[in-house]
């Protein structure tokens, strides 16, 4: 039998201890040129808002969801 996953839990404002640190959503633009992990390398054809990025490889066209984690800016 698997156990259930602990949500995270949100930090509270009176807590003694310190907040997890935010990290920020790196910014992309349209035309770009991006390294993804996986894919390689592409050119950013759309851009939702904090949301996600699409982008072209050449042989195929991923949307990639924030926070980006394997998606650099070149």
């Given at each position: 039998m698997r156990?259930?996953?602990a949500a995270t839990?949100?930090?509270?404002?009176?807590?003694?201890?310190k907040a997890p640190p935010?990290?920020?959503v790196e910014e992309f633009a349209v035309r770009d040129k991006v390294s993804?992990?996986?894919y390689g390398l592409g050119v950013v054809t759309a851009v939702?808002?904090?949301v996600?990025?699409?982008v072209d490889f050449g042989s195929q066209t991923?949307?990639?969801?924030?926070?980006?984690?394997?998606l650099f800016k070149l």
């Open positions: 156990r259930a996953r839990r949100r930090h509270l404002p009176t807590s003694p201890f935010v990290t920020p993804h992990d996986r939702e808002d904090g996600a990025v699409s991923e949307r990639i969801p924030a926070p980006y984690a394997k």
